[in-house]
């Protein structure tokens, strides 16, 4: 473990690797290759441990639901994906297909998403069947058209890649086929392992920033924006696609100069001619997630109140609360523009 933390420190200063307090393996997870080498990489780190007698999850419930939070958020388990897993669903307008390496995320982020679509203890799961989950996915593909697929929809891959290899398999996969993307995304910045992979231009790196005052407050146990920036241009510099997710944009005090100093920061990491992608993202919650969230961190400063917002309905009658039209169509012209101005060959790929 000592090892682990010495050399990230050497290289990425500012940021700490995430080390479970346990980790959890399943018989099903042990029986897997892939979680062989998983097993393997943790006892090398000297890591605490335990082996399930049964394929459940148990013991990770504590008297609260805060206490139950700060278990799940030690704890990292090796399980296998269930059957559910390999079928599909689509992901607009991120990509075609979204798949899963592991699900849960050692970082605190107080608007986190994943309060809306995991459920249960937020423990952090990677799976065990790793080969088999790729091989899968060539039952997606299309031999005429570029298919895309994301891989952090449950999970931030690069917060527990030093502890799993998971996303660097995933890399070198996408590398070997011809007509098909991965794409991810992350608040971390430990990326030096996945400099030399085999990627053949086949994988988007993204990065999510955002404005000092929101990533100072709302975001723990991330990198800091700085580093996360310094690592994309690591990144840009092994010839991988790159690109920034700004999420959640949030009409602040003064956001335009805070959102301006963000923009700063990007053009200084990023400051050549490169083929950068944005995704945009205003903030937005429903009333799940509000509840979800409010019980992880009851003392947040985040702004989650519904009458301040305008309720949005999705095709299934399910609600969120988003920004009126006259502060998201305010806040869209300044970021349109803002990326218009600083980088004129990136491409918006959506705002939402
Ligand atoms: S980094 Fe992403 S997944 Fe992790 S806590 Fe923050 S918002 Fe959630």
């Known amino acids: 473990m000592t090892d682990l933390i010495s050399k990230a420190d050497s290289s990425t200063p500012a940021a700490k690797l995430w080390i479970p307090e346990q980790v959890m393996f399943t018989p099903a997870a042990l029986n897997e290759p892939w979680g062989q080498k998983i097993f393997e990489r943790l006892q090398s780190l000297n890591l605490p441990i335990k082996e399930l007698t049964s394929n459940r999850l148990t013991g990770l419930r504590g008297e609260n639901e805060r206490e139950t939070y700060n278990i799940a958020k030690r704890t990292l388990a090796i399980v296998t994906a269930p059957p559910s897993q390999f079928k599909l669903s689509p992901i607009p307008p991120s990509a075609d297909w979204q798949f899963h390496i592991a699900e849960g995320c050692p970082a605190h982020c107080q608007y986190c998403y994943l309060a809306g679509s995991l459920s249960g203890p937020p423990v952090i799961r990677t799976y065990a069947n790793l080969p088999q989950i790729l091989e899968n996915l060539s039952n997606y593909e299309k031999p005429e058209k570029l298919t895309t ?20 398999e995933c890399i070198r996969y996408f590398g070997t086929r011809s007509n098909a993307n991965l794409r991810w995304v992350s608040k971390f910045d430990a990326v030096d392992s996945l400099l030399n992979l085999p990627h053949n231009g ?19 146990g991330t990198a800091s924006v700085a580093s996360r920036l310094k690592a994309l241009r690591k990144l840009a510099d092994s010839g991988y696609q790159v690109g920034l997710v700004i999420a959640p ?22 400051d050549y001619n490169c083929a950068l992608t944005f995704e945009l993202i205003s903030h937005r919650f429903t009333p799940g997630s ?63």
């Open 202 to 220: 086949h994988t988007q790196c993204r990065i999510s920033v955002n404005a000092a005052p929101i990533s100072g407050r709302f975001e723990g």
């Open 149 to 168: 697929y994301e891989v952090s929809c449950y999970t931030d891959p690069l917060g527990i890649e030093h502890l799993t290899g998971s996303l660097a």
């Open 249 to 270: 944009i949030m009409p602040i005090d003064d956001w335009q100069i805070q959102y301006s100093r963000l923009f700063d920061l990007i053009s200084e990491a990023l």
């Open 290 to 352: 509000k509840e979800v969230l409010q019980s992880w961190y009851p003392h947040s400063k985040l702004d989650m109140d519904e009458e301040k917002r305008r309720i949005k309905r999705n095709k299934f009658g399910g609600i969120k609360y988003v920004y009126d039209a006259d502060t998201n169509n305010s806040m869209k012209q300044f970021f349109e523009a803002e990326i218009q101005n600083r980088f004129p060959n990136a491409n918006i790929l959506y705002w939402t």
